[in-house]
């Protein structure tokens, strides 16, 4: 699985950002699909994921009711919609897959990564 990330940019507090990940390779249906973000001088952290089928998702407490997974595999692309953006969630982002059937919640759970975008929230 080849995973391509797009959509960061600057934006002000209180602002929404979409990004997208597009994947290629094996059978993109089969896997699990993660979102993670690394903040400068911190370790990567656990934003969301979303199940092989669409159907489940789990978020992390500091983003809980402000962002959205999902998933369309017709076009192989997983988005994640960030909503009343805050400074704290200036990060670069990653998405990642994972052929786990549990919920993955570390990063050595995930077997493939995105390049990562830059998403920066201003005060």
């Known amino acids: 699985v080849q995973l391509q990330a797009s959509g960061g940019g600057l934006v002000q507090a209180g602002g929404s950002l979409r990004l997208s990940c597009a994947a290629s390779g094996r059978i993109f249906s089969s896997y699990a699909m993660g979102w993670f973000r690394q903040a400068p001088g911190q370790e990567r952290e656990f934003v969301g994921s979303?199940?092989?089928?669409?159907?489940?998702?789990v978020y992390a407490d500091s983003v809980k009711g402000r962002f959205t997974i999902s998933r369309d595999s017709d076009k192989n692309t997983v988005s994640l919609l960030m909503n009343s953006l805050k400074p704290e969630d200036t990060a670069v982002y990653y998405c990642?897959?994972?052929?786990?059937?549990?919920?993955?919640?570390?990063?050595?759970?995930?077997?493939?990564w995105g390049q990562g975008t830059q998403v920066t929230v201003s005060s």
């Open positions: 990642a897959a994972t052929i786990l059937t549990g919920w993955a919640l570390k990063v050595y759970e995930y077997d493939y």
């Open positions: 979303i199940s092989w089928n669409g159907r489940s998702t």
